[in-house]
C-alpha cells in the first residue's frame, strides 16, 4: 500500500520519472538528504532504475580534516533548504479520483488521477544547495580504508548521493477498502491469496518525517578525491583507475551478430533479447529443479511477505555471493534456498540474476494480475497468453494511445472462462480486446505489457516437464 501511495504521488510531482518513489515504509529514513545508495539495474520494462538503501550517508565515509571537526558541521541542518509545502489529496465518490495541488511560480496546476485509497497528505521537499556539496568534496576526502568504500570498488558498483526529498511534513493516515465487483474474481481471492476474501480494508500510518520520494547525483571517486555529476551520464562508473573513467551497463545490450543493437521488431525485438538472455540459465536446471524454482514463485505471487523475503536474499546473493547464509523459515522457499546455496559461485551468480529479473517483472503487475496468472498457470493456457502478449507488443504501442486490429483466432480459448481471464488481464495492463480483434490501448501500455511478457515467458518455461 505505501508503494502504490509513493508511486502516485511520484509520478504527479515528476511526469519525467526523475522523481524515484521510496518502496519501503521501513526503509525510509534511508532515501533522506546526504544517503549513499545504490541503483538496480534498468530494464527494458522498467526504464527508470530503483535505488538500494546502504546503511551510509556521506558523512560516514569522509576523512576528518586537518581541524578534526566533524564532517557535520559542514552543512548543518539549517542549510537543508525547505520548499513550500505541496498538499496532495483523494476521494472516493464511486469513481476515484485525486487531485494534486503543487506550487509552480506562484500559479497552481491541477492534476487528475484515478485512485482507489482516501485521505490527504501535506509534502515539503528538502534539498542540499549544491554549492555546499561542491565546497564539501574540496575540504573533505573520500576515506579509501572504509569498509563499505572498499567492497564497492573490488565490486566496481556505482554510488549515488540523495540531495533532494520530498517528506511527510505530518503524520497521515490512508485507509483503502478493496471489494471486487463480482464472483470471478472473489473466487480467485478465496482460491490463492492468503487473505482469502477480497472485501478487506487495510490501512497505514505515515508518520512525520517520512520520506516519500527522491532524487540523486552519482559519484565519482578518484584517490580519496571525489566529485558529483549534475547531468545524469550513462554508463559512467564511480571509481576511477589511472585518470580513466570505465563505462558499464546498468541494463541489458542486446546485438545482433554485426555488433548492432536489435530493434528490428521495435522494443519488441529488444524486450526479447532481453528475455531470453536473463532466462538462458534456466535451461541448465533438470526438471525437478524447474518444479523447485515454480513452486516457490507461485508462492510469492500469492504472499507479498515472501516476495519481500526473497527478494531480500536474492540481492544479498548479488551483493555478497561468498558470504550468503540462505536461511527461511518458509518451506515454500526453502528448497529453493538450499538449491542456491549449493550452486558454485558464477552459475549462482547467473540463476540470482535470473530470479530477480523475474521478481522486477512481477513487481510491475497488479495483485489482480498476479492471481490471474496463477488461475492461468492451473489452466494451462500460459503459452497461448504468451504468444498473443507478443502479437500485441508487435504493433509498437509504447509512448502512445491509440487502436489496432490483430489476429482474433489469438483469442480463441476452449473455453469462455479462459478468454475473459485473459481479457481482464490485459486491460489490467492498459489494452482493452474485442471479440473481433479489435484493440484500444492506454498511453503506458507497453511497460505493463512487456512486464506480462516477461512473466508469462518464466511461467511457461518453469511449468513444462519436458
Not at 503524520?171 to 480467485?188: D, H, I, R, V, W
Not at 542486446?254 to 538472455?277: I, M, P, R, Y
Not at 503487475?365 to 493456457?381: H, R, V, Y
Request: overall charge negative.
Amino acid at each position: 500500500m505505501f508503494k502504490k501511495v509513493t508511486q502516485t504521488i511520484a509520478k504527479q510531482m515528476d511526469p519525467k520519472g526523475e522523481l524515484i518513489p521510496v518502496y519501503s515504509i521501513l526503509d525510509q529514513e534511508h532515501f533522506r538528504p546526504l544517503c549513499l545508495v545504490r541503483r538496480k539495474g534498468k530494464t527494458i520494462f522498467r526504464p527508470t532504475p530503483g535505488y538500494l538503501r546502504t546503511e551510509y550517508s556521506l558523512y560516514d565515509v569522509l576523512l576528518l580534516g586537518e581541524d578534526k571537526t566533524s564532517t557535520e558541521l559542514l552543512i548543518p541542518a539549517e542549510d537543508v533548504q525547505d520548499s513550500s509545502q505541496v498538499t496532495f489529496t483523494h476521494h472516493v465518490d464511486g469513481r476515484v479520483e485525486g487531485k494534486l495541488h503543487l506550487p509552480v511560480n506562484s500559479a497552481n496546476t491541477e492534476v487528475s488521477t484515478r485512485w482507489s485509497k482516501e485521505g490527504s497528505i501535506k509534502l515539503e521537499k528538502k534539498s542540499i544547495p549544491v554549492a555546499k556539496l561542491e565546497s564539501l568534496k574540496t575540504e573533505r576526502k573520500i576515506n579509501m580504508n572504509h569498509s563499505f568504500i572498499k567492497q564497492l570498488k573490488k565490486k566496481q558498483q556505482n554510488l549515488y548521493v540523495v540531495h533532494e526529498s520530498i517528506q511527510a511534513s505530518e503524520e497521515t493516515n490512508y485507509e483503502e477498502y478493496n471489494k471486487t465487483e463480482g464472483s470471478f474474481m472473489a473466487q480467485l481471492y478465496a482460491k490463492f491469496s492468503t487473505q482469502g476474501s477480497r472485501g478487506c480494508k487495510h490501512s497505514i500510518t505515515i508518520p512525520k518525517g517520512c520520506t516519500i520520494a527522491f532524487r540523486t547525483m552519482q559519484l565519482t571517486i578518484e584517490d580519496g578525491s571525489w566529485c558529483i555529476h549534475h547531468f545524469p551520464e550513462e554508463n559512467i562508473q564511480t571509481f576511477v583507475s589511472d585518470g580513466i573513467h570505465h563505462f558499464r551497463e546498468d541494463n541489458i545490450q542486446v546485438f545482433e551478430s554485426d555488433g548492432k543493437q536489435c530493434f528490428s521488431h521495435g522494443k519488441l525485438g529488444a524486450l526479447e533479447k532481453e528475455v531470453k538472455a536473463k532466462y538462458q540459465i534456466f535451461s541448465m536446471l533438470s526438471v525437478d529443479l524447474y518444479a523447485t524454482f515454480l513452486k516457490s514463485i507461485k508462492a510469492v505471487m500469492r504472499n507479498r511477505n515472501l516476495f519481500q523475503e526473497l527478494t531480500q536474499k536474492v540481492e544479498a546473493v548479488l551483493d555478497e555471493t561468498d558470504n550468503c547464509e540462505l536461511k527461511t523459515e518458509s518451506p515454500d522457499l526453502k528448497d529453493l534456498l538450499h538449491t542456491l546455496q549449493d550452486t558454485p559461485g558464477d552459475l549462482l551468480l547467473k540463476l540470482a540474476g535470473a530470479i530477480n529479473y523475474t521478481l522486477y517483472a512481477l513487481d510491475e503487475l497488479t495483485e489482480d494480475q498476479l492471481l490471474l496468472l496463477l488461475e492461468s498457470l492451473e489452466e494451462d493456457i500460459v503459452f497461448q497468453q504468451l504468444k498473443l502478449v507478443k502479437s500485441i507488443l508487435g504493433h509498437d504501442i509504447q509512448d502512445m494511445e491509440g487502436c489496432f486490429s490483430m489476429d482474433a483466432s489469438l483469442l480463441s480459448f476452449s473455453q469462455e472462462k479462459e478468454q475473459k481471464l485473459t481479457t481482464a488481464m490485459l486491460e489490467m495492463s492498459g489494452v482493452k480486446i474485442q471479440k473481433n480483434g479489435s484493440a484500444e490501448y492506454k498511453q503506458e501500455a507497453f511497460s505493463s505489457l512487456a512486464a506480462l511478457y516477461a512473466s508469462l515467458y518464466v511461467l511457461d518455461l518453469l511449468s513444462k516437464s519436458d
